[in-house]
């Protein structure tokens, strides 16, 4: 005995073995005696209902027929006094009629009953005949007295009898519900008492697999706290790699702008053909080395805080007019042509400057990569979930499936030669992606290969107009969200 409880201390998880074990036979013990007594107060509570069902309708019954006695009595009294039945006494006597169908009706829908009690078909039966008999002398003009007096008598027992048959359904009922009440408490009792012996059994299993459980809860302590440690020193990691990374491109800075200043005034002084060509190389490399420090710099600290903004709100109509203004003039510098289709109205909020930047680069990236001299399309509409979309869509070769992922990467390149060629860093959807987050946004690419390729900003509006999705916002093949990278190589 005293080795078995040694070893459990040495190994918790026999305690824990055996602890769950003995819970999932509690539990499916008590699971299965809980749905047998559910299952029996459930058929024993159907009935209660419908016999408070049963009382309620008999009740209703009652209270019609009474109606219907004393508008009955109404006309006869009016009779007697007058001679005569006033349009109102009728209307009144009529309505008591409906009333008594409708209880009838919904008599009906109470169900079965015990066969020797008053069953709906003889409510409407009786009802019948007396209406039968009665309802063809209530006229505003009573031509024989003596023979309405005698159709009221008949009536008035006839109604007398459906009172008597209402008042004993109402009693079968309310006996009914009692014995159905006390055999739903006795059974409701009995299902308490063999739950509580099976909550025992659990609380039994259960204090043996809290043992456990202390025991494995101190060791994922432990673990979570190495876990912890392990995360700090990661976080310190990357912070010093952002700062870094910033570091590294304040410092590139003031060289290039030296080395791009002596170019330039190289170029100013010295007029010989080679020594041009070599200064103008200088400067064009200058400059996109400058390019791709303030695109690192930019993004070294979005990574570690949010970019610099100066949201507005800013009308969409004549912001998205004016780019497409200077984006025209951009397409025609490159021989491309722009068409543009900006429907969208609303007033969005954003850093003009940054959202500006953004689609530029879209526009940029569609120009170099589209078709040579080819079409670019600006567009602006408003999404059936109220977002401002602008997107760019060029003609040209497009971007392979296996691709498409990845052209949010930093530095990713689809075609690196070309690329290169056109001076891109691989930082440009990057930087689109982060001011377009920035703004609450998310930046979508879709392309099919030899069809084009469409680059789509989303926004939220503040307020837009009714325009729906156009048929141009149809989704096509390769939908790929924001995630880095750069599009057909990068900007």
């Known amino acids: 005995m005293l080795g078995w409880i040694r070893g459990v201390r040495e190994q918790p998880w026999r305690v824990t073995v055996a602890a769950v074990g003995g819970l999932l036979v509690a539990i499916i013990v008590a699971g299965l005696i809980g749905f047998w007594q559910t299952r029996n107060i459930e058929r024993v509570a159907d009935e209660a209902f419908g016999y408070v069902e049963l009382e309620d309708e008999g009740d209703d019954i009652r209270a019609a027929v009474l109606d219907a006695r004393h508008y009955h009595r109404n006309l ?40 020797d009690a008053p069953q709906p078909e003889d409510f409407r039966r009786w009802a019948e005949e007396y209406y039968a008999g009665f309802r063809p002398f209530v006229r505003p003009t009573i031509a ?20 008597q048959a209402a008042e004993e359904l109402d009693g079968l009922g309310e006996n ?24 025992v059994g659990l609380l039994l299993a259960g204090a043996a697999l809290a043992y456990a459980a202390v025991r494995v809860v101190s060791e994922m302590r432990r673990l979570y706290a190495e876990q912890q440690q392990a995360a700090e020193e990661l976080a310190e990691a990357s912070r010093a790699k952002t700062d870094f990374l910033a570091d590294v491109s304040h410092e590139l800075r003031t060289p290039l702008t030296v080395l791009r200043g002596n170019a330039q005034v190289g170029l100013a002084l010295g007029p010989e053909e080679e020594q041009e060509q070599i ?26 805080t949010s970019p610099s903004m100066r949201p507005e709100e800013i009308p969409v109509s004549p912001f998205t007019s004016e780019l497409a203004g200077r984006a025209e003039i951009l397409a025609r510098e490159h021989g491309a042509t722009l068409e543009t289709d900006l429907r969208a109205e ?38 059936q979930t109220g977002d401002l979309r602008m997107a760019v869509e060029d003609r040209g070769p497009g971007i392979p499936r296996n691709d498409l992922p990845r052209i949010f990467e930093r530095f990713y390149r689809v075609d690196k030669a070309r690329s290169r060629k056109m001076g891109g860093t691989g930082l440009g959807l990057p930087i689109a992606r982060t001011i377009v987050e920035a703004h609450g946004g998310r ?37 790929t969200p924001a995630g880095g990278g750069a599009r057909l190589a990068e900007n």
């Open 346 to 383: 609303g007033t969005v909020r954003a850093d003009p400057a940054r959202l500006e930047q953004a689609v530029f680069i879209l526009l940029d990236n569609a120009i170099k990569y589209g078709s040579p001299g080819g079409v670019v399309t600006l567009r602006s509409d408003v999404t």
């Open 144 to 163: 024989d007295q003596e023979t309405f007096d005698a159709a009221s008598d008949r009536g008035l027992g006839q109604i007398q009898q459906m009172e």
């Open 176 to 199: 009914l519900t009692d014995d159905s009440l006390q055999r739903m408490d006795r059974a409701a009792t009995t299902s308490a008492l063999v739950l509580l012996g099976a909550v």
């Open 76 to 115: 006869y009294f009016s009779a007697i006094d007058s001679g005569r039945l006033t349009s109102e006494s009728i209307a009144d006597y009529e309505a008591t009629r409906r009333r008594l169908y409708e209880e009838i009706e919904e008599l009906e829908e109470v169900g079965a009953y015990g066969r």
């Open 443 to 479: 930046i979508t690419a879709e392309s099919r290969p030899g069809q084009g390729t469409r680059m789509s900003i989303h926004l939220p509006l503040l307020s837009a107009s009714a325009e729906q999705e156009s048929p141009e916002g149809g989704s096509r093949e390769g939908v």
């Open 279 to 304: 200064l103008h190389e200088m400067v064009e490399e200058s400059r996109r080395m400058s390019r791709l420090v303030e695109d690192l710099l930019f993004l070294a600290r979005s990574d570690s």
